[in-house]
């Protein structure tokens, strides 16, 4: 069955630092991976997706995530936090094939910054 | 542009009492609709996925049913109300094709059980 886990349930950072969130995934075949955040009280927007091709991804607002097959990690990035970094991260797989589309969730890392 | 919308934002009903939260979507035509649970430390929970009027699939049995009557209209029902369903229900839409589809999710709906 497909899962996905996210190991660290809060990770502080201070402004201006790097951020690596971590992600793995079990599927049998080539995933579809997605990274969230979802600011608290808001739904969820997604931040980048993974199909197919170059293994490194860039998203929206700087961050990037590569996938490693052989680690069956999908890690995302960023090289200096903002403070309106803060929010919550949820890293998803998707089984593609004949699946409708239905998104396996981490449970999230709530990220903080620190001023 | 599509865009989705959930109703209403937040919710406080006594154990027991029905429950009816809606989402719609618009700016596109047949869509897969998904009903998500997120409580808290224990993520997002895929609770119903519909493919079309009528189709609609259960992913977790629970006191909760869906409707879709119709294209772009998504319910999510309750006859009694259970302390255990409280949490931020989430409505998604995606382009209906096999395989991987990027999820577009509403605000939200919160549900407290009293």
């Known amino acids: 069955a497909q899962s996905v886990t996210q190991p660290d349930i809060h990770i502080t950072v201070s402004e201006g630092a790097s951020l690596e969130l971590r992600c793995n995934y079990s599927y049998g075949a080539t995933p579809y991976l997605f990274w969230y955040v979802q600011s608290p009280g808001q739904g969820l927007q997604l931040l980048l997706k993974?199909?197919?091709?170059?293994?490194l991804v860039q998203g929206i607002k700087g961050f990037e995530a590569e996938f490693k097959r052989s680690q069956s990690s999908f890690n995302l990035r960023k090289p200096s936090v903002h403070w309106s970094d803060a929010a919550e991260y949820f890293c998803a797989v998707s089984g593609g094939g004949g699946s409708q589309g239905n998104l396996i969730f981490g449970k999230g890392t709530k990220l903080s910054v620190k001023p | 542009s599509q865009t989705i919308h959930q109703w209403p934002a937040t919710l406080v009903q006594p154990v027991g009492s029905p429950l009816s939260l809606e989402c719609t979507v618009e700016g596109t035509s047949n869509p897969n609709l998904y009903w998500y649970r997120q409580a808290a430390g224990r993520g997002l929970q895929l609770l119903f996925y519909?493919?079309?009027?009528?189709?609609i699939s259960s992913e977790v049995p629970q006191n909760l049913s869906a409707s879709r009557p119709q294209d772009r209209q998504f319910i999510l029902s309750s006859k009694k109300l259970l302390l255990s369903d409280s949490g931020f229900y989430l409505c998604?839409?995606?382009?209906?094709?096999?395989?991987?589809?990027?999820?577009?999710f509403g605000a939200g709906s919160r549900l407290t059980v009293l």
């Open positions: 998604a839409w995606s382009v209906r094709r096999p395989g991987a589809n990027v999820l577009t």
């Open positions: 519909s493919i079309g009027i009528d189709q």
């Open positions: 993974y199909f197919s091709g170059d293994t």
